[in-house]
């Protein structure tokens, strides 16, 4: 139930800014927005090498076309960069550079020489790649990370454009060199950040265990691509899953008693086929309806601000982050009266002066109610057309995140709003990387690693499923009656 004194809609405004959700030391270390995959991947690898890109993708072009080999080759020279753009263009909104005459907005990282050069300028998404790599009980997988980044060093140009390219970045940096560029952050500056669900963090570990056990089967540019895909996957995951885990989190605070009892655990999430029909009547779209998906991306703005407070206030002094789990059940059950105390004043003193209650309140019925006043302030922000409120822009950035041009794990459907799903591509991508740690994988082995990934089929979707692994030539039947049935890639 929410008090009375906290049914308001908070007047924050540039001189008073609206809570941040961004908590540097751990769980949510980004503030996200919609971002096109492309500048999400580039940026994650400009923050994995410690990279500090200080160039424009016009200084690439100038560079290309003064290359010495293509000099009195103008016509030449245009026409290769033409194709270049065509091929490795991105424009803001995800489509390729907007016409042949213009710079793209982002270039495929095809190389990592793409990342440390051209500077993207968004959200330090390279803080999430951190948060993924470390074990809560053990900090940063070192080894794992290391083979991680010296196989970006060892991953060559595809072809001969792309090494026209690199060339020419390589030019550039000899004009306005970056310190930094080419080498990797150093083991003592890894940033460990314990994840919130660290079933995500261990699936995302598996998976990039995977994908460089597959670096020799792929070209450079595919498995690039396919890393990019991997990363997007997995951080779309996680955000959607931290919206989960806190509204279930928040949902068993409201109706418990202390001392409290909550596990951040990985929750399978219904997935389709891209080939499925989204009836209503589908898991996997009515998910997102209702007090659903759509609704804890949009309540995770205030939960997180409040564990903000709960991961500042619990980490000042001489205790570190990754000697506790910051949670609000974890503050609950752990702080003493006066550290609590301090969270309220600390939550309280985030509303306008002549806003702020006037009362005495204890942690839990605090973290509730302000997380109530949050939805408040956001829901009235809707209701101006051009304002873009926790809703859009928390469902938006997952849906980036979702979708590319060659994997789609997402989709706004007309008639069925959001829903995830697989295409062929991202299906395939998952079956490679399940059968890339294993000799044989069984179909029900199969099932429990896609759990394992925050995603589950109904009986429907998991035949469908079926009939597209076979037909792409990657189920193997051992007998007539369909039981014994093996997922494989080679």
Same mark, same amino acid.
């Given at each position: 139930?929410?008090?009375?004194?906290?049914?308001?809609?908070?007047?924050?405004?540039?001189?008073?800014?609206?809570?941040?959700?961004?908590?540097?030391?751990?769980?949510?270390?980004?503030?996200?927005?919609?971002?096109?995959?492309?500048?999400?991947?580039?940026?994650?690898? #400009?923050?994995?090498?410690? *990279?500090?890109?200080?160039? &424009?993708?016009? @200084? %690439?072009? =100038?560079?290309?076309?003064?290359? !010495?080999?293509?000099?009195?080759?103008?016509?030449?020279?245009?026409?290769?960069?033409?194709?270049?753009?065509?091929?490795?263009?991105?424009?803001?909104?995800?489509?390729?550079?907007?016409?042949?005459?213009?710079?793209?907005?982002?270039?495929?990282?095809?190389?990592?020489?793409?990342?440390?050069?051209?500077?993207?300028?968004?959200?330090?998404?390279?803080?999430?790649?951190?948060?993924?790599?470390?074990?809560?009980?053990?900090?940063?997988?070192?080894?794992?990370?290391?083979?991680?980044?010296?196989?970006?060093?060892?991953?060559?140009?595809?072809?001969?454009?792309?090494?026209?390219?690199?060339?020419?970045?390589?030019?550039?940096?000899?004009? #306005?060199?970056?310190?930094? *560029?080419?080498?990797?952050? &150093?083991?003592? @500056? %890894?940033? =460990?950040?314990?994840?919130?669900? !660290?079933?995500?963090?261990?699936?995302?570990?598996?998976?990039?265990?995977?994908?460089?056990?597959?670096?020799?089967?792929?070209?450079?540019?595919?498995?690039?691509?396919?890393?990019?895909?991997?990363?997007?996957?997995h951080y779309m995951m996680y955000v959607i899953q931290v919206a989960v885990a806190l509204q279930d989190e928040y949902n068993h605070i409201a109706k418990e008693e202390p001392p409290y009892e909550y596990t951040f655990n990985l929750t399978p999430i219904p997935f389709g086929l891209a080939s499925e029909r989204?009836?209503?009547?589908?898991?996997?779209?009515?998910?997102?309806?209702?007090?659903?998906?759509?609704?804890?991306?949009?309540?995770?703005?205030?939960?997180?601000?409040?564990?903000?407070?709960?991961?500042?206030?619990?980490? &000042?002094?001489?205790?570190?982050?990754?000697?506790?789990?910051?949670?609000?059940?974890?503050?609950?059950?752990?702080?003493?009266?006066?550290?609590?105390?301090?969270?309220?004043?600390?939550?309280?003193?985030?509303?306008?002066?002549?806003?702020?209650?006037?009362?005495?309140?204890?942690?839990?019925?605090?973290?509730?109610?302000?997380?109530?006043?949050?939805?408040?302030?956001?829901?009235?922000?809707?209701?101006?057309?051009?304002?873009?409120?926790?809703?859009?822009?928390?469902?938006?950035?997952?849906?980036?995140?979702?979708?590319?041009?060659?994997?789609?794990?997402?989709?706004?459907?007309?008639?069925?709003?959001?829903?995830?799903?697989?295409?062929?591509?991202?299906?395939?991508?998952?079956?490679?990387?399940?059968?890339?740690?294993?000799?044989?994988?069984?179909?029900?082995?199969?099932?429990?690693?896609?759990?394992?990934?925050?995603?589950?089929?109904?009986?429907?979707?998991?035949?469908?499923?079926?009939?597209?692994?076979?037909?792409?030539?990657?189920?193997?039947?051992?007998?007539?009656?369909?039981?014994?049935?093996?997922?494989?890639?080679?």
């Amino acid at each position: 139930m929410i008090a009375d004194e906290f049914d308001f809609v908070p007047e924050w405004g540039s001189s008073n800014p609206a809570p941040s959700r961004t908590i540097k030391e751990a769980y949510f270390p980004v503030s996200i927005s919609a971002t096109v995959r492309e500048a999400t991947f580039s940026e994650t690898l #400009t923050g994995i090498l410690g *990279a500090n890109p200080n160039h &424009e993708v016009s @200084d %690439l072009k =100038a560079a290309f076309l003064e290359l !010495p080999e293509l000099q009195g080759k103008d016509q030449t020279a245009e026409e290769l960069w033409s194709a270049f753009v065509t091929s490795y263009g991105v424009s803001a909104e995800g489509f390729g550079a907007s016409d042949a005459d213009s710079d793209p907005d982002y270039i495929i990282p095809f190389h990592k020489d793409i990342a440390t050069s051209i500077k993207i300028g968004q959200r330090n998404w390279g803080r999430l790649y951190w948060l993924l790599m470390t074990d809560p009980d053990q900090g940063i997988d070192e080894d794992l990370h290391a083979q991680f980044v010296e196989a970006l060093f060892d991953t060559p140009p595809s072809n001969l454009l792309e090494q026209l390219v690199i060339d020419a970045i390589n030019n550039m940096r000899d004009t #306005t060199p970056d310190p930094n *560029a080419g080498h990797a952050v &150093e083991s003592h @500056d %890894l940033y =460990a950040i314990p994840p919130l669900v !660290p079933g995500c963090a261990e699936a995302f570990r598996d998976d990039i265990r995977a994908w460089l056990e597959l670096q020799s089967t792929e070209s450079s540019s595919s498995w690039m691509q396919g890393l990019r895909d991997i990363l997007n996957y997995h951080y779309m995951m996680y955000v959607i899953q931290v919206a989960v885990a806190l509204q279930d989190e928040y949902n068993h605070i409201a109706k418990e008693e202390p001392p409290y009892e909550y596990t951040f655990n990985l929750t399978p999430i219904p997935f389709g086929l891209a080939s499925e029909r989204a009836s209503r009547s589908r898991e996997f779209v009515r998910v997102w309806k209702e007090n659903g998906i759509s609704r804890a991306l949009y309540d995770s703005w205030g939960r997180l601000a409040v564990m903000r407070h709960i991961v500042e206030g619990g980490t &000042e002094g001489n205790r570190g982050v990754m000697d506790g789990a910051f949670t609000l059940t974890a503050a609950l059950n752990e702080f003493s009266d006066d550290l609590q105390q301090e969270i309220v004043n600390r939550l309280l003193a985030e509303y306008p002066e002549d806003q702020r209650p006037d009362g005495e309140y204890e942690l839990a019925e605090t973290a509730l109610n302000f997380s109530h006043t949050v939805r408040r302030y956001y829901e009235n922000m809707g209701r101006t057309p051009s304002s873009q409120t926790a809703y859009s822009a928390g469902e938006n950035s997952v849906r980036d995140l979702g979708q590319g041009t060659d994997r789609q794990y997402i989709e706004r459907r007309r008639g069925a709003g959001t829903i995830l799903r697989l295409d062929r591509g991202s299906l395939r991508l998952f079956a490679r990387l399940f059968d890339a740690t294993r000799e044989r994988g069984h179909i029900d082995e199969f099932w429990e690693y896609m759990r394992q990934r925050g995603i589950r089929f109904d009986r429907r979707s998991k035949q469908e499923l079926i009939d597209q692994l076979e037909g792409m030539g990657l189920l193997q039947r051992q007998s007539d009656s369909g039981e014994a049935m093996y997922v494989e890639t080679i």
